[in-house]
């Protein structure tokens, strides 16, 4: 195994862009008890020197600090050898913030950066023009490493809250499969996966307007306040729906209290399940990627049950039993595979 590789690992750690089967190549490293102690030593030394994030002049400034210090000690070898450990923790440090500056460097070439989120979990990041994402479950956002002098775009499959930097020069564009969002400054929730029948954005404050690929005459504005749902089939309650753009979308707009602290379009954020009239199959598939577990239907018209609830910090097991007070049916778990009878 490579010093190097590692490094190149841990800083990609550090800098929230490992890939899944990267963090299992780091994994493996850290068997071994020397890329442990040396992991345990990064980890420490950046977390209580958050200032080499701040830019790529902060981060040079410190490798060649580092750098100076190794120099200076080096050139005492009495010292050398009675401080030895010393010596080679203030050189890994230094080498390692060089990888962190060469993939930081690297990323700014204008190359897209993807952030994926696993099912039961949730990712934060803050975009190079100070706007904040909120990534849930099983979706992602890619972006780039610094937006362009124009507009600022990003593309999402999933679900995101965007809380999004005010700038008139250059607009906020979201790319998802069944909807484009232009905003200026506003914060919103967007739900776009692939296998739902239907996206949805949420407006939290601010304007955005929507449109809909290959039908760029429909352009609908979003108020404070109001909720615009597109759907792409008649049939939610279907496993495999779908959607077309030349299929007229069916929309719907609504509204909801401002002052709403359950909003369910938003309940995620807090850790919350909440729903309103919707089908068992729609709640099947938000459990699944809140809690990472896989529900299956032995009965396909279970799926077309309808239920109202909001469920704080509960498993899905718990959800399960409170709904099976109001509607006729079992459930069994098998580890994290859930079937519904």
């Known amino acids: 195994m490579s010093q190097l590789r590692f490094n190149e690992l841990i800083a990609k750690e550090m800098m929230e862009t490992l890939s899944v089967s990267e963090a299992t190549e780091l994994a493996q490293f850290l068997n071994d008890d020397k890329y442990k102690e040396q992991y345990d030593l990064y980890k420490m030394y950046f977390s209580t020197n958050t200032s080499v994030h701040d830019s790529d002049l902060a981060i040079?400034?410190?490798?060649?600090?580092?750098?100076?210090?190794?120099?200076?000690?080096?050139?005492t070898?009495?010292?050398l050898k009675r401080h030895y450990p010393l010596v080679m923790s203030v050189a890994s440090i230094a080498a390692l913030i060089l990888v962190v500056l060469?993939?930081?460097?690297?990323?700014?070439?204008g190359v897209d950066i993807p952030l994926v989120t696993k099912a039961g979990s949730k990712r934060s990041i803050t975009l190079s023009d100070g706007t904040k994402v909120i990534l849930?479950?099983?979706?992602?956002?890619?972006?780039?490493?610094?937006f362009g002098r124009n507009s600022r775009e990003v593309t999402l499959v999933g679900e995101a809250f965007f809380d999004v930097v005010k700038n008139p020069d250059r607009p906020f564009i979201i790319h998802t499969e069944k909807m484009n969002i232009k905003v200026?400054?506003?914060?919103?929730?967007?739900?776009?996966?692939?296998?739902d029948p239907y996206s949805e954005t949420t407006l939290i404050r601010g304007l955005v307007e929507?449109?809909?690929?290959?039908?760029?005459?429909?352009?609908i504005t979003l108020r404070p306040s109001e909720k615009l749902k597109v759907n792409f089939t008649l049939d939610e309650g279907s496993e495999n729906?779908?959607?077309?753009?030349?299929?007229?979308?069916l929309t719907e707009l609504t509204h909801y209290h401002k002052n709403d602290s359950t909003l369910i379009e938003t309940s995620w954020l807090n850790n919350t399940i909440a729903f309103k009239d919707e089908t068992f199959f729609e709640i099947a598939k938000s459990l699944e990627r809140a809690y990472g577990v896989k529900i299956s239907f032995g009965d396909e018209n279970l799926k077309k049950l309808k239920f109202t609830g909001t469920f704080e910090r509960r498993s899905p097991l718990e959800i399960l039993k409170a709904l099976s007070v109001t509607e006729n049916f079992t459930y069994t778990a098998d580890g994290n595979n859930l079937l519904i009878k």
Request: no cysteine; net charge positive.
């Open 241 to 249: 729906a779908k959607g077309g753009a030349d299929d007229l979308p």
């Open 77 to 79: 070898p009495s010292f």
């Open 60 to 75: 040079f400034n410190k490798v060649m600090t580092k750098i100076g210090q190794d120099e200076t000690l080096t050139s």
């Open 136 to 146: 849930n479950g099983s979706s992602k956002l890619v972006y780039p490493a610094q």
């Open 102 to 109: 060469f993939i930081f460097t690297k990323q700014h070439s």
């Open 184 to 195: 200026l400054g506003t914060a919103f929730n967007v739900k776009s996966y692939p296998n």
């Open 210 to 219: 929507v449109t809909i690929p290959n039908r760029g005459n429909d352009k």
